[in-house]
């Protein structure tokens, strides 16, 4: 041994707390389990993207039938809220989709994809996806439970499975349950998340009425049987409870996640 070395005060190298001297070559067991977690919120996701497309291909693939001849009328299925809502659905979770397998396999590409898919993919479930589901799946079934003609006659029964029905108005509801617990958002100042959804659901009144004027027929048959002031008491009650339904999303993810931005400034 040489004089300097022999000279030098012996110093202990000190472990990292999270293990043997092998450690520092794995990292710490902080970032494998949040890798670990975020793998398995990349395959939720893909889970939930994949069923949403196959319950939306399935809804367009149907074979001709009684639904399918007031589908090829003005507007077709996009007269349907349940349609659009599919499409929310299936563009949300594919957003949710690229932007976990950016975190998990080009993590250089993360901020970068983060910055860009971030604010469209908490508006979108935040603004619309969560209220409009929710009032999709309990709308639909309080009615089909008061009197099915009014939103979904017998005779469908004959051309559409039940299994389609339900993934149209039913597992869209798990759907967004699992998406909030699994993953936080960040909603806009209660302000601007009230005239996104507004603006949303006036357009979609307006589009209604238009259809109606255009062709003399009506989107649902609750409409037909309503009298101009039903329709304005069943559009405003319809409006109040998405409005509802947004706040509670809004509830539930602070009491989840708390104040989410504040956890992660």
Not at 6 to 25: I, K
Not at 188 to 197: E, Q
Request: hydrophobic share 45%.
């Amino acid at each position: 041994m040489c004089r300097a070395c022999a000279a030098r005060p012996l110093t202990r190298v000190r472990e990292a707390p999270w293990g043997n001297g092998m450690s520092r070559l794995r990292g710490p067991p902080k970032m494998t389990v949040r890798l670990r977690g975020q793998r398995l919120m990349t395959f939720v996701h893909l889970f939930c993207f994949l069923w949403a497309l196959f319950s939306l291909s399935q809804n367009v693939g149907l074979p001709h039938s009684l639904r399918r001849e007031s589908e090829n009328t003005y507007g077709g299925r996009w007269k349907y809220l349940t349609f659009i809502n599919q499409i929310l659905q299936t563009l949300l979770f594919g957003i949710c989709v690229i932007l976990d397998f950016a975190c998990v396999f080009i993590p250089a590409k993360k901020n970068h994809v983060s910055s860009r898919l971030l604010p469209p993919r908490d508006f979108l479930f935040s603004v619309l996806v969560f209220p409009v589901g929710l009032f999709v799946a309990v709308t639909f079934w309080t009615l089909y439970a008061y009197d099915r003609e009014l939103v979904y006659p017998k005779e469908l029964d004959e051309t559409t499975p039940s299994w389609l029905n339900h993934t149209m108005h039913t597992t869209i509801l798990p759907l967004l349950l699992v998406e909030l617990v699994t993953c936080p958002h960040k909603y806009l100042s209660k302000l601007r998340g009230m005239v996104g959804l507004s603006i949303f659901g006036t357009s979609y009144l307006t589009w209604v009425l238009w259809v109606n004027y255009a062709s003399g027929i009506w989107a649902y048959p609750i409409l037909e049987v309503l009298g101009i002031p039903g329709k304005a008491v069943l559009f405003t009650i319809s409006y109040l409870v998405m409005v509802g339904f947004y706040l509670l999303g809004e509830h539930l993810t602070q009491i989840l996640w708390g104040d989410f931005q504040k956890c992660k400034k």
